[in-house]
């Protein structure tokens, strides 16, 4: 069965710096991948979409890649600020699926 | 940006008893919508497909004796938890895609947290 891999359960960083968020996947690739951030006690909130045969995608301070050869996608948040601390789930969808596997999330803290 | 609600957003019931979730897509139509659980410090497991006008898809494990799911029209589906147990205890979030379809964005209510004594 497909496995995806956040291979941070907890990330602490220092305000103003560059977060990197780690997505590993096994067997197929998806024809998508998003990423979604999740307050605590409240459903996740989608930020970015990527698809397979995208490299690279951006929205204001986020950044996310996407290596098919690797399996792997690289969710970055530039400028760093304590307001985006919380946990950050990457998703995969496979459109011969129609559903969505998500990961068990990366959480993030930045501090001032 | 599309809205989905869930009601309750908390509730504790009694070991035996049956609960309600209700979730609504409140400026946008939903044929399909989806039922999650998650526990603690736990990813979104997905639990069952809800298809308007015909019956659900669960995943594998999942009771559907149990977990009732109902999609009676485009904008309503409702999870209820029959004989709830302790053991059912978490934290219960729906979601319905976006108008391009399910490969897009998802949008999810903010989630029901459920205790069963």
């Known amino acids: 069965s497909q496995k995806i891999e956040q291979n941070s359960e907890a990330l602490n960083i220092q305000e103003g710096k560059t977060a990197t968020l780690t997505c590993n996947y096994t067997?197929?690739?998806?024809?998508?991948l998003q990423w979604y951030r999740q307050d605590p006690g409240r459903g996740p909130v989608f930020l970015l979409l990527?698809?397979?045969?995208?490299k690279e995608k951006r929205k204001e301070r986020l950044k996310v890649t996407f290596d098919t050869t690797l399996k792997q996608s690289l969710f970055h948040i530039t400028a760093s600020q304590p307001a985006d601390s919380a946990t950050y789930l990457c998703?995969?969808?496979?459109?011969?699926?129609?559903?969505?596997?998500f990961g068990s999330g990366t959480r993030l803290s930045i501090r001032p | 940006g599309a809205v989905v609600s869930q009601h309750p957003s908390w509730v504790i019931c009694k070991s035996g008893t049956s609960v309600k979730i209700e979730c609504r897509s409140l400026?946008?139509?939903?044929?399909?919508m989806f039922w999650y659980r998650q526990f603690p410090k736990q990813s979104l497991m997905l639990m069952a497909t809800?298809?308007?006008?015909?019956?659900?898809?669960?995943e594998q494990g999942v009771e559907k004796d149990k977990f009732l799911i109902n999609h009676a029209s485009l904008t309503l589906s409702t999870l209820t938890v029959t004989s709830a147990h302790p053991e059912d205890s978490s934290f219960y979030i729906c979601?319905?895609?976006?108008?391009?379809?399910?490969?897009?964005?998802?949008?999810f209510g903010p989630g029901t947290r459920l205790t069963v004594t």
């Open positions: 979601s319905a895609p976006g108008d391009r379809g399910v490969s897009y964005e998802q949008y």
């Open positions: 067997n197929y690739s998806p024809a998508y």
């Open positions: 990527i698809r397979e045969n995208e």
């Open positions: 998703a995969l969808v496979y459109s011969s699926a129609s559903k969505i596997i």
């Open positions: 400026d946008f139509q939903a044929t399909t």
């Open positions: 809800s298809n308007e006008g015909s019956k659900a898809t669960y």
